[in-house]
């Protein structure tokens, strides 16, 4: 999932403007720069780094021991 707010206009970030039409041609555009710089970062291929770390926890949403 991704968050992209308008932090002029929304500075407590309460509306996010992900997946809405208000804004798509930035919003592509950003997303492909963060896609370009996760796939350019080395240490995120480090699992416990990433934006997925669902490997750290059970089908519960637990902590794994």
Same mark, same amino acid.
């Given at each position: $999932? %991704? &968050?992209? %707010?308008?932090?002029? !206009?929304?500075?407590?970030? +309460?509306?996010? +403007?992900?997946?809405?039409? !208000?804004?798509?041609? =930035?919003?592509? @555009? =950003? !997303? @492909? +720069? =963060?896609?370009? /710089?996760?796939? @350019?970062?080395? /240490? =995120?291929?480090?699992? $416990? &780094?990433?934006? #997925? *770390?669902?490997? *750290?926890?059970?089908? #519960?949403?637990?902590? !794994?021991?």
């Amino acid at each position: $999932d %991704y &968050c992209f %707010y308008d932090l002029e !206009r929304d500075p407590y970030e +309460l509306d996010n +403007l992900a997946g809405t039409d !208000r804004a798509p041609d =930035l919003e592509g @555009q =950003l !997303r @492909q +720069l =963060l896609l370009n /710089w996760h796939g @350019q970062t080395g /240490w =995120l291929t480090d699992p $416990d &780094c990433g934006p #997925d *770390r669902t490997h *750290r926890f059970d089908e #519960d949403g637990m902590p !794994r021991q």
